[in-house]
DNA sequence: TCTGAAAATGGACCTTT
DNA sequence: AAAGGTCCATTTTCAGA
């Protein structure tokens, strides 16, 4: 899909806050509420905009602890890192998961209420595949800038 | 803030679409719409919910790498380190980043639209700094998943 | 681009526990 | 008091002219 300035603009503007009225992002970038209207679905029809929701605080909702898991896998057959790859997606504690090259295979995020649930976590996700050779644990004592915001302000159509 | 079941299924519903209607959230958990209303906006208040936002495909709007980043620094010096977190805030291309316990000392996830670009970008992160002992790029062959959701079905209030 | 109908939001007010 | 429900005004969405 080809994308103009507007749309740009219009992503821009609700990657941050899609909340804002379409007459006000508008306003923004000089279109009428209608225009804004129609470019906002068709963009969401072709899958730019994957979804909208709200985001969590994950302290307040009781999973204060963020971690990093590197994983090494003993074997690359394929049917295997799908397993592996099916086991992060159903786990709803991992935030985040990339296949990647490099010394590791797997970066997994996750989000637990302690470190205990860590504990169990990687028992049922790493142990029990079978297929880990090792695993590094890295615990965040920060987590300094949280978000998936593509950049958008400078690009243009 | 205490949150009782009907906050969690709330939150878990507009976690996953913040588009659904009040009256139709309210039908999911037996809940007038005003009392969703009521319920939404004390969560936003609260900070619960931080934002929301819409999703944009990096694939989409021409960011198709993602690469993480693990950074070792030189020194700990909590002035080095507030610089180089602000620097990691403020590059539009650095999605996430966690300062993390352990062997590496900062996580930083990035999307770029090509590695010419990664490249320019760890000059000016990574060694203008003047603060980065050493950096190990991981390059995501395989998105597997990426959210920001919570695990929220289980608990129970 | 404008207009207007249908839908959604969000406040007022009353009732229940 | 705290929280739910109903009703209603306002705002927003979104399609047709």
């Keep these: 899909m080809s994308l103009d300035s507007y749309d740009i603009a219009l992503l821009a ?3 941050q806050d899609a909340t804002t009225p379409q007459h006000a992002l508008g306003a923004q970038v ?12 068709k963009l ?21 602890l963020t ?9 690359e057959r394929l049917d295997l890192l799908d ?17 990647v090259a490099g010394e590791c295979d797997f970066v997994v995020i996750m989000v637990v209420q302690n470190m205990a649930q ?16 090792r695993f590094k644990t890295l615990v965040s004592m920060s987590n300094v800038k949280v978000g998936l915001e593509v950049p958008l302000d400078a690009v243009a159509g």
């Design 13 to 15: 503007a609700i990657q």
């Design 44 to 64: 969401a029809e072709e899958g730019v905009t994957r979804k909208t929701v709200s985001l969590v605080d994950p302290e307040q909702v009781g999973y204060p």
């Design 118 to 133: 860590y504990t169990t976590l990687t028992r049922s996700l790493f142990f029990e595949s079978n297929n880990v050779k």
């Design 67 to 75: 971690i990093i898991t590197e994983v090494e896998v003993e074997n």
């Design 83 to 99: 397993a592996m790859k099916r086991s992060f997606l159903a786990c709803p504690q991992v935030q985040q998961c990339y296949y």
């Design 30 to 41: 000089n279109l009428s509420s209608a225009a804004v209207n129609r470019r906002l679905k």
